[in-house]
């Protein structure tokens, strides 16, 4: 604030047009900065993690590298394994590696639900905005079968398609970026509106301007910065729903690994104390929690304004 | 007058939306290759068998003659029959006979979560906004936000973890044949009750602070507090009536989003509900069933947004003239 003041005061008046003030710096607090480690450390894994991975997912442990030194038992089992050297989190209900299943199962996880947050974001914005500059017609149109769509709850929305028509991750993505472009669609269309009846949109169609330049230049660039937030939340969403239609065995298909279908998967080694349920959950649980800590920073610096809108 | 017909209007748009529920959910459930009839015959389908069994359930019609004889049969409590028990040439066992005792246990199941999670996340909610900034307040919110943003199944596999493996109070999966009384029914509810308590607790908390907060930073609140009004005086005499509206709207809200966590929940600890039933279904591709569990599902879910939208209509006088 100071730097614009100053500025104002010591140029000469009016000679040029007075800069913009300047850009606020988003500053990070400890949680921010927490959850941004936490995020980019997820996001490497999603590109290296395959690379560095000790085994295939799909790959079943051999029995000889349990055979404990000094046993004479030469079959042992394989099956929920506790950690040890052989495999570091420990294994799961085949016999399978819990690091590398949970390290190619981010790229799984993290690739479809980013795919398919991107897409609801295409189809909602893109529906929403036109929904606010349009005319009334196709506004109530669109509003009215966004109703609908909203009104059913999305696992079931989910659960009907996916008996319909199976689970694929095309279909996946599909469906959920569908489900989820309802939500983008409401808070584009009213950011939009929000911005339409603003002064510079009405000095921009006084002098001329067309609707899509108005569009491209006036009201996309101001409603992107609260739309990004709202992009960390939705993206939080996507992967509870992926996560969970994946636990309840209707997501990702076997033998890919995936977060949501390793927990279903090794749920029954629970009882026996075996760690390979709980790696994977913890692995979306830090996920979802970091995202949720860099968004909490940066909705407090735009004044919690976001926030409500978002409620 | 404006409040009979801020109601109507309600009404009549709930109606609207279940129609339009009722369209998606037929549509869904029937663009697919392959009908019931090929389901039942299965194997033994032959062109002939398959004409004459479309005839028998009238799949010959056209799909718009078909949605009207759905739902007037639905409406008539006719739900039709299940693939379960279908054999060659045979149809299977009439849904509405599986459906009733899982229904009893699902509605078991979600009472219980009701009546202890809401006067319990309402009170929390409220001591938090009463006292914001104090540890109890920072301890609510850091608590709530955790649990919100981790998967429902996470936090049941954590409790399963702990109650049941760890110190073996109860046990892992709820088996219910339906003669359980007293004590039996009440340990097999524990751990999915626990479970879904927790999860919808953490978000009436958090709404409920945010609303009170809200309330609390209104002008007249501002005015109560200038004024040298005592601090419990001004909650319990000026916020707190204020709030009760958005509060219960807020409850209606949670109990409707219960329909999604229902579904993991009773997967997790095989609690024998609707839910599992229609994930069954789902996995078996029953499609008569999963219209059936879907249609109850999403008309209690409409039922109560509306109940939420009449309780803040009837709380909230400015909102019975719409815009």
Redesign the interface.
């Given at each position: 604030m100071a730097d614009s003041v100053d500025k104002t005061e010591t140029g000469t008046a009016f000679e040029e047009l007075p800069d913009a003030p300047p850009r606020r710096r988003l500053r990070l607090s400890w949680s921010g900065r927490l959850g941004v480690c936490v995020v980019a450390f997820w996001m490497a894994i999603v590109f290296i993690g395959p690379s560095i991975s000790p085994y295939h997912e799909a790959d079943i442990l051999d029995e000889a590298l349990f055979i404990v030194p000094g046993s004479d038992n030469p079959y042992p089992e394989t099956d929920y394994q506790p950690p040890s050297s052989v495999a570091w989190l420990g294994t799961d209900y085949l016999g399978r590696d819990t690091l590398s299943r949970t390290l190619y199962g981010a790229r799984t996880t993290i690739g479809i639900s980013l795919a398919s947050t991107l897409l609801a974001y295409l189809v909602g914005v893109t529906l929403g905005i036109a929904a606010a500059v349009g005319g009334t017609v196709m506004d109530s149109a669109l509003s009215r079968f966004n109703?609908?769509?909203l009104?059913?709850?999305?696992?079931?929305?989910a659960?009907?398609?996916?008996?319909?028509?199976g689970s694929t991750i095309p279909i996946l993505i599909m469906l959920t970026g569908l489900i989820y472009a309802s939500t983008v669609f409401r808070i584009a269309r009213s950011l939009g509106l929000d911005v339409k009846v603003s002064d510079f949109v009405e000095a921009a169609r006084v002098r001329g301007e067309g609707l899509w330049w108005i569009v491209a230049r006036e009201i996309l660039p101001n409603v992107a910065m609260p739309m990004a937030t709202d992009f960390g939340l939705r993206f939080?969403y996507v992967i509870?729903f992926i996560?969970?239609l994946s636990?309840?065995?209707?997501g990702v298909q076997p033998p890919q690994s995936d977060w949501?279908s390793m927990?279903?998967e090794s749920?029954s080694g629970?009882?026996y104390?075996s760690v390979a349920?709980?790696v994977p959950?913890?692995a979306?649980?830090t996920l979802?929690?970091a995202?949720?800590l860099i968004v909490?920073d940066v909705s407090a610096h735009a004044g919690g304004r976001l926030a409500k809108r978002m409620? | 007058m404006t409040l009979l017909n801020a109601i109507l209007r309600r009404t009549g748009l709930g109606v609207v939306?279940l129609f339009?529920?009722s369209v998606?959910?037929f549509i869904?459930?029937?663009?697919?290759p392959g009908d019931v009839a090929n389901i039942i015959l299965g194997q033994m389908a032959t062109p002939e068998s398959l004409a004459a069994l479309r005839a028998k359930l009238g799949l010959d019609e056209p799909a718009h003659v078909r949605y009207f004889i759905w739902l007037s049969d639905l409406l008539t409590g006719d739900l039709g029959f299940s693939k379960a028990g279908a054999g060659a040439g045979t149809i299977g066992t009439p849904i509405s006979e599986m459906l009733m005792p899982r229904l009893v246990n699902t509605l078991r199941l979600a009472t219980a979560v009701a009546v202890v999670a809401v006067p319990f996340a309402v009170t929390v909610g409220l001591l938090a906004a009463m006292y914001p900034g104090t540890k109890l307040d920072r301890a609510v919110t850091f608590t709530t936000?955790?649990l919100i943003?981790?998967?429902?199944?996470?936090v049941a596999?954590?409790l399963?973890?702990v109650v049941?493996?760890q110190l073996g109070w109860l046990p892992?999966t709820a088996y219910i044949s339906g003669q359980e009384t007293g004590m039996k029914l009440v340990r097999a509810l524990a751990m999915p009750a626990l479970t879904l308590i927790i999860v919808a607790s953490s978000q009436i908390m958090r709404?409920t602070r945010?609303t009170v907060l809200n309330v609390m930073s209104s002008p007249y609140i501002e005015m109560a507090i200038l004024k040298g009004v005592p601090r419990k005086r001004i909650i319990l005499r000026h916020a707190l009536f204020n709030a009760i509206g958005p509060i219960a709207n807020v409850i209606a809200l949670n109990l409707?989003y219960l329909?999604?966590g229902v579904?993991?929940v009773e997967?997790?600890f095989a609690y024998p509900g609707l839910a599992k039933l229609?994930?069954d279904?789902?996995?078996t591709?029953?499609?008569p069933l999963?219209?059936a569990c879907?249609m109850i599902?999403?008309a209690t879910?409409?039922v109560l947004?509306f109940i939420a939208d009449m309780v803040s209509i009837l709380s909230n006088p400015r909102l019975r003239h719409p815009r």
């Open positions: 109703d609908a769509i009104s059913i709850p999305s696992i079931m929305l659960l009907v398609v996916i008996a319909a028509i939080v509870l996560s969970s636990f309840l065995g209707l949501g927990v279903r749920l629970l009882p104390g349920p709980l959950a913890l979306i649980a979802t929690i995202i949720n909490d409620i | 939306t339009v529920v998606l959910i869904g459930t029937s663009i697919l936000l955790g943003s981790v998967p429902e199944f996470l596999t954590l399963v973890l049941a493996v892992a709404m945010a409707a329909v999604s579904v993991i997967t997790v229609m994930i279904a789902v996995q591709r029953d499609l999963v219209q879907a599902f999403c879910y409409i947004i």
